[in-house]
C-alpha cells in the first residue's frame, strides 16, 4: 500500500520567511496530492492539492510542487503570518480508490 | 463548497459502555465516508471506510467488532465505539468526498475520553 513521508516534523520560521514542507510516496499510481492545515482539536481544511497531470499549482502565498519522477511532492508558504502556525498534513491517493494516505504532519511556528 | 456534520465535539464515557459517533453530509450525497483516528501530536490514522448500503471495509489492525460502523443512507454514517476502554480515547474524525472539485471534506471530530 502507500506509504507517506513528511519531513520536517517542526518547523519554525521568523514572519515574512518561507516554509517548504516535503513529502514522499511510494506507489507511483498515487495521482492527487492534498494539503491539509490542522489548528490545535480542530479538523482537517484543506488548503491547496494537486493533481499528477500538474507539475506545480499556485495559490497566493501557498504553492505545491509535483515531482512525479521522484515521487515527492513539496508545500512552500512565502510571506508567513503568525496565522500561518498550524500542523500541515500531506496525503496521497488514488482518485477513484477512495485510499488516502497522510503523512506525519509538520507543525509550522512563525515567529512575530 | 461541502459540508460535513459530525456529533458530538465531545464525549466522556466510562468504561465498558459504547460511544456513537454521527457523521452527516449536509449539502451533498456521500456513497463513502471515512473514518480517521488521531492521537495527540500524531496524524490522521484511516480505520476505515464506509459504504452506503454495505458493509465497511476496515484496515489492517482495526477491530470490526470494535468499531462498528453503519451507513444507512446517502447523508449519515456512524462509529459506534464498544465496550469503551481508557486506551480507545481519542479524536475521531470523519471525512467525505463530494466530487473530484472540492475534494475531502473532514467533520469537526469528536474528542472522546473513557475514564
Known amino acids: 500500500g502507500e506509504n507517506v513521508e513528511q519531513h520536517p516534523s517542526t518547523l519554525s520560521v521568523q514572519e515574512g520567511d518561507s516554509a517548504v514542507i516535503k513529502c514522499t510516496y511510494s506507489?507511483?499510481?498515487?495521482?492527487?496530492f492534498p494539503w491539509y492545515k490542522q489548528e490545535l482539536g480542530k479538523r482537517p481544511q484543506l488548503i491547496i492539492d494537486?493533481?499528477?497531470?500538474?507539475g506545480e499549482k499556485k495559490d497566493q502565498r501557498i504553492a505545491v510542487t509535483l515531482n512525479k519522477t521522484a515521487k515527492h511532492f513539496s508545500l512552500h508558504i512565502t510571506e508567513t503570518q503568525p496565522e500561518d502556525s498550524a500542523v500541515y498534513f500531506c496525503?496521497?491517493?488514488?482518485?477513484?480508490?477512495?485510499?488516502?494516505?497522510f503523512g506525519a504532519g509538520t507543525r509550522l511556528t512563525v515567529k512575530p | 463548497g461541502a459540508v460535513v456534520s459530525q456529533h458530538p465535539s465531545w464525549v466522556i464515557c466510562k468504561s465498558g459502555t459504547s460511544v456513537k459517533i454521527e457523521c452527516r453530509s449536509l449539502?451533498?450525497?456521500?456513497?463513502?465516508m471515512f473514518w480517521y483516528r488521531q492521537f495527540p501530536k500524531q496524524s490522521l490514522m484511516l480505520m476505515a471506510t464506509?459504504?452506503?448500503?454495505?458493509?465497511?471495509?476496515?484496515e489492517q489492525g482495526v477491530e470490526k467488532d470494535k468499531f462498528l460502523i453503519n451507513h444507512a443512507s446517502l447523508t449519515l454514517s456512524t462509529l459506534t465505539v464498544t465496550s469503551a476502554h481508557p486506551e480507545d480515547s481519542s479524536f475521531y474524525i470523519c471525512?467525505?468526498?463530494?466530487?473530484?472539485?472540492?475534494?475531502?471534506?473532514f467533520g469537526s471530530g469528536t474528542r472522546l475520553t473513557v475514564v
Open positions: 464506509s459504504n452506503e448500503g454495505s458493509k465497511a471495509t476496515y
Open positions: 471525512s467525505a468526498e463530494q466530487g473530484a472539485r472540492y475534494g475531502y471534506t
Open positions: 506507489d507511483s499510481a498515487s495521482n492527487y
Open positions: 496525503a496521497a491517493s488514488k482518485r477513484g480508490n477512495n485510499d488516502m494516505r
Open positions: 449539502d451533498f450525497q456521500a456513497t463513502t
Open positions: 494537486i493533481r499528477s497531470n500538474v
